[in-house]
């Protein structure tokens, strides 16, 4: 799935969840993605490394094809504290 569909696609998962937990939108994400052949995992574990050391582990929601790593979020606006997930 090119990178721009996947945008539309989370533009019509928003439009139908609007107001639902993430919980609803990363299971209607993924109905979305496996009905279009879209290979994904859930809850995928990643290791964080700093230098060669282990400092913490953590989970990504999806990781789509991968190689996309996707982390959905049911707010009613994004925050600042979004913006660092993202970068994390």
Known sequence: MPLASFGALSRSIACLVRDSSSRSTN???C???GL???P???QVPVTLDYKGHL???SRVDLLVAGRLVVELKAVDALAPIHGVQIRS
């Open 31 to 33: 109905v979305e993605l």
């Open 55 to 57: 400092v913490g582990e």
């Open 36 to 38: 279009q052949g879209v």
């Open 27 to 29: 299971g209607l994400t």
């Open 40 to 42: 994904f995992q859930r």
